[in-house]
DNA sequence: GCCGTTTTCGGCCCGACTGTTTTCAGTCG
């Protein structure tokens, strides 16, 4: 049983014990142990077989013995219990905007309502507003969540995320009553590889008419919820945006409350109070008074801890980290030397390879490998072993004009359904650098998947697995593959494994990347461009990375060229 | 149910906003 399975099993707990009315800081209790087991990079199967669960924050005696049943049995008789005092539909219920645990209470106990469907008849029917503290606007709130709650869910890409919030930034900032400062935080400045709503911070000395021109916007649907310093709004875009205004003085402390993550905030405020003082987006205070650090170094610093980057912050270990001064020293998109999987018009590609070493230099990049697609992948375009070796020919050539820059000659070679490669050794052995990648039988069992790519990573001319999961984010769940073995293995040969930058795929996913590093894997932040434009998004598979707690030294193309040319020749 | 730099018992993150009331409980992030 897997961490995600474990989370899944104690957040259900939680729900319904708060259903049933139980002391809430106990079902506070597991839901916490969830996020804890949930983002735990290492493998709580693992964890349990070495006696080491008690390490995990959150976990005690009680727990512990629930997680053993869990992973010797696949069930755990309290939920089973639990599931006989509560209707497990109940929960569903607790997704829509404005029911919360009370009210959910409610409407069962008094109404007997039990799933999606009776709230939404007893709504139409007009007998939620007869309850108690439930008046007409919370019964048409409800049936308006019940028609929206489905759409809501939805999570954006990470660079749809950036551009809608790139327009509601400069909507703001043009406004004649323009912020101070202005900054989008949420999941967006975490970098997260979706994003359900955003979040803007503005500094401003009269919020009001800022906080009138968020409401009045081209973009607004509708606006939520209106006060003096924080105004929520659904953009016709179909998603969320909040607005929280502050004085000038108290950007940096607003802007760290509303960057999250939530639990990383609980985090800092649990140790906050165990100092004996509190934190809170007014800044940081003591039982007589309360001061405003000027900037979030200043803020973790009075926490007694090392400033901790956005993209780490979500419980996972970084606070224990800053505590103790062993956070990374993260990678920096400057330090890219090179991208090493891009596509030409060779296979599928839109641009020449002039276009695209041109491309390259102008971003300052040393190298750039085209690493076009092999035979077997007709719809690509994949190329014959001759294709290959004209194109060979013309990098050569295109290389003797160039100064401080090289185009490496590489192939993205197809690892086919049996588990062999597109091409023959002798012919991988003729390429600068050489990606394998998993492209068609996705459907094959796990055992079979990964045994090709293990073949693949054993093989001693590839040199970096593309995209190693397949997943299309929104679209296409990763393939089933054992990464924990890949990683393994990965280490062990020296393989790198593709963080491939594209925000549909952002594959690697942090948590892997995290697992990775611990065991010594190194990674490539690749683009997998089809079209110059798409160097660009490097930016993404950087910030996957640091999400990974990558160091420059965990990434292969941040080596200047010698160097990197060394380690394709020394495996 | 967890946990300890005043605690092994008695706490458990913090504040904005809304709706229903008439001073505040519930929800949300």
Redesign the pocket.
């Known amino acids: 049983m897997n961490n995600w399975e474990i989370a899944k099993v104690f957040d259900e707990i939680a729900d319904l014990l708060d259903i049933l009315g139980e002391?809430p800081?106990?079902s506070?209790?597991?839901r916490r142990?969830a996020h804890k087991i949930g983002n735990a990079y290492l493998d709580v199967e693992q964890l349990s077989r070495e006696g080491r669960l008690l390490e995990i924050?959150?976990?005690?005696?009680?727990?512990?013995k629930k997680v053993e049943e869990l992973i010797n049995t696949g069930e755990l008789d309290y939920l089973i219990q639990l599931r006989k005092k509560a209707p497990a539909s109940l929960r569903r219920l607790l997704l829509?905007?404005?029911?919360?645990?009370?009210?959910?209470q409610l409407i069962y106990q008094r109404l007997g309502i039990t799933d999606l469907e009776g709230l939404e008849a007893a709504a139409r029917e007009k007998r939620l507003r007869r309850l108690?503290?439930?008046?007409?606007?919370?019964e048409q709130?409800i049936l308006h969540g019940l028609q929206n709650h489905a759409f809501l869910r939805r999570r954006m890409l990470l660079h749809h995320a950036f551009a809608f919030a790139g327009e509601i930034e400069d909507y703001l900032k043009n406004k004649a009553a323009g912020p101070a400062a202005i900054q989008a935080a949420g999941s967006l400045r975490r970098g997260k590889e979706t994003v359900g709503d955003l979040?803007f911070v503005a500094a401003a000395d009269n919020p009001a008419p800022l906080a009138q021109a968020f409401k009045e916007a081209p973009f607004v649907k509708e606006v939520v919820?209106?006060?003096?310093?924080?105004v929520t709004i659904m953009t016709k875009w179909g998603f969320q945006a909040?607005l929280l205004i502050v004085q000038p003085q108290l950007f940096a402390s607003a802007l760290q409350h509303f960057t999250g993550s939530?639990e990383h905030?609980?985090a800092l405020?649990?140790i906050?109070?165990?100092r004996?003082f509190?934190?809170?987006?007014?800044g940081i205070g003591s039982a007589d008074q309360t001061t405003a650090p000027s900037t979030e170094e200043e803020l973790y610093r009075q926490l007694g801890m090392a400033y901790i980057p956005p993209e780490l912050r979500e419980d996972r270990g970084e606070i224990e980290a800053a505590q103790s001064g062993a956070l990374p020293d993260l990678l920096e998109a400057a330090e890219i030397k090179g991208d090493l999987h891009i596509h030409s018009e060779w296979s599928d590609g839109a641009n020449t390879l002039q276009e695209l070493a041109a491309a390259a230099q102008e971003r300052g990049y040393q190298y750039l490998a085209v690493t076009d697609h092999s035979r077997s992948l007709h719809i690509a375009r994949g190329l014959t072993e001759e294709r290959v070796r004209q194109q060979r020919e013309e990098i050569d050539r295109l290389n003797e004009g160039f100064t401080n820059f090289r185009l490496l000659a590489g192939i993205e070679v197809d690892i086919l359904p049996d588990g062999s490669l597109d091409f023959d050794d002798q012919l991988l052995a003729e390429m600068d650098i050489v990606i394998a990648s998993v492209h068609s039988g996705f459907k094959q069992d796990e055992k079979t998947l990964t045994k090709r790519v293990v073949n693949a990573l054993r093989n001693r001319h590839v040199d970096i697995i593309g995209h190693p999961t397949g997943r299309l984010l929104g679209r296409r769940e990763p393939y089933a593959i054992d990464v924990g073995l890949l990683l393994e293995v990965a280490a062990e040969t020296d393989t790198a494994l593709e963080v491939n930058a594209s925000p549909d795929r952002l594959d690697l996913n942090d948590e892997y990347i995290r697992q990775g590093r611990e065991l010594g894997v190194r990674f490539a932040v690749n683009t997998d461009s089809h079209d110059l434009h798409y160097l660009d998004d490097v930016f993404y598979g950087v910030l996957q990375a640091r999400r990974g707690w990558a160091e420059r030294e965990d990434i292969v193309n941040t080596l200047p060229l010698n160097e990197l040319d060394d380690w394709l020749s020394d495996r």
Do not use: Q
């Not at 924050?57 to 512990?64: R, V």
């Not at 108690?132 to 919370?138: A, C, D, H, R, S």
């Open positions: 002391n800081y106990k506070r209790a597991y142990a924050p959150g976990i005690g005696s009680a727990l512990e829509i905007p404005g029911i919360g645990i009370k009210t959910l108690p503290g439930i008046g007409v606007k919370t709130a979040d919820a209106a006060g003096e310093a924080k909040d939530k905030n609980v405020r649990r906050a109070r165990e004996g509190k934190v809170s987006e007014h």
